[in-house]
């Protein structure tokens, strides 16, 4: 009983200090609609945008989640599709060619790829470096097994077979079936393929901003500061259908809102709390840096001889067709400083005089060719 390595019980423990907490009088949402214009652009492309001027609430932004009402449905058909058919794992973020973060009127992060979409790097983050806390509610429905919808072959049998040869088929056949079968797939079409209205089916999603935005990792609360989140809708239903005959199934967005926990604090932990604001508040946190910056927008429209104007944290870039037949003949750098041209570049210094920076002395008429390999040596060289 007087060993030093004794530990009582805590049942046990009969004399322990109650400890209670009043922290908080009251948690609550409050519920931000699409920005007046922006709304109708949900479902045909374009900008969609959440302003949140909650000056005097307490916001906690780490935990706030999109709520997507949807229905689906069979373009071509004018029906509802076959159940081989629903939307893809997290299918929520691969709705959107870009997603921007802005806090105060400043942009704090912007996901966006060139090739792909943000839906990728959020699953890419929840696949691999976040703990699995995500539920079907929130989209995160991942295929299992080899990830295919199980079509099985219709197997025929003489009809002089034998019991044994019935039995070998039939034998075979469930051990197929049994380790093809995609629960994933499955739970994603039980959840998503129900009847509606009007022969529509769907369901809703409500999708975390947490952990595709870095700031998010700052799990506090916020007061006085605006934020604004812009949503750039791509209609790719191409992309975010599985199954059979997914290049006809349509998504339909009937509805969108974001929800942001409020917190009222009590009045001793309001009143402590304004009491020690009298320095600015650090918060260091883990940018999403995503590989297409505007470096590699630069090289994408040189390469495909596309011009097209770049707007880039706030700062337009012209990349006209003088400019393109200039340098297409040109090799991308292989010591190319993706950070610094990109800081430049946002500066008042001008566009042009970073060219020589992105590219290297002119080369043969076929060296474009070898564009791809260059801009992958230097990414590859960055992140070393």
């Known amino acids: ?47 969609v945008t959440f302003e949140i001027n909650l000056l005097s609430n307490w916001l906690l932004l780490s935990d706030a989640h999109f709520r997507c009402d949807f229905k689906i449905k069979d373009a ?64 995160w429905i991942p295929d299992v097994g080899d990830g295919e919808v199980l079509k099985e072959p219709v197997r025929t049998v003489a009809n002089d077979a034998d019991l044994a040869r019935i039995r070998v088929v039939a034998r075979n056949t469930l051990e197929r079936v049994s380790r093809g079968v995609n629960h994933g797939f499955e739970k994603r079409a039980l959840q998503y393929n129900n009847v509606v209205e009007n022969n529509r089916w769907g369901n809703y999603v409500n999708w975390k901003l947490y952990p595709l935005f870095g700031l998010l990792e700052h799990r506090k609360v916020s007061i006085g500061l605006p934020y604004k989140i812009h949503l750039q809708r791509e ?15 349509k998504l ?23 009491n020690s604001l009298t320095k600015d508040i650090e918060i260091a946190f883990l940018r999403r840096n995503t590989v297409e910056t505007l470096v590699m927008k630069i090289i994408e429209a040189m390469e495909t001889n596309s011009p097209t104007l770049i707007t880039y944290n706030g700062k337009k870039v012209h990349i006209t067709q ?10 991308v750098r292989d010591d190319i400083d993706l950070e610094r041209i990109d800081q430049n570049l946002t500066k008042k210094v001008g566009f042009l005089p970073f060219l020589p920076l992105i590219f290297a002395g002119l080369a043969a008429a076929g060296a474009t060719a070898g564009g791809a390999a260059g801009i992958a040596k230097a990414v590859n060289d960055k992140k070393a």
């Open 322 to 331: 003088k400019i393109i037949d200039k340098y297409k003949h040109c090799k």
């Open 76 to 139: 071509t058909q004018n029906r509802i599709p076959q159940t081989n058919t629903t939307l893809e794992n997290n299918f929520f973020p691969s709705l959107f060619s870009e997603m921007v973060l802005e806090a105060g009127s400043n942009p704090i992060e912007t996901i966006e790829t060139i090739e792909t979409h943000p839906g990728e790097f959020d699953t890419m983050l929840k696949t691999v470096l976040y703990p699995k806390i995500y539920d079907s509610v929130s989209g």
């Open 235 to 249: 209609i790719n239903d191409n992309k975010i259908f599985f199954g059979e005959n997914n290049s006809d199934a």
């Open 252 to 274: 339909e967005i009937t509805n969108i809102q974001l929800y942001i926990p409020v917190i009222t604090p009590s009045v001793e932990v309001e009143t402590r709390i304004f």
């Open 1 to 47: 009983m007087a060993s030093k390595n004794y530990r009582l019980d805590p049942i046990f423990q009969l004399y322990d200090p109650i400890q209670y907490s009043f922290n908080k009088k009251k948690e609550d949402y409050v519920i931000i609609s699409p920005s007046v214009g922006t709304k109708t652009q949900i479902n045909d492309g374009g900008r």
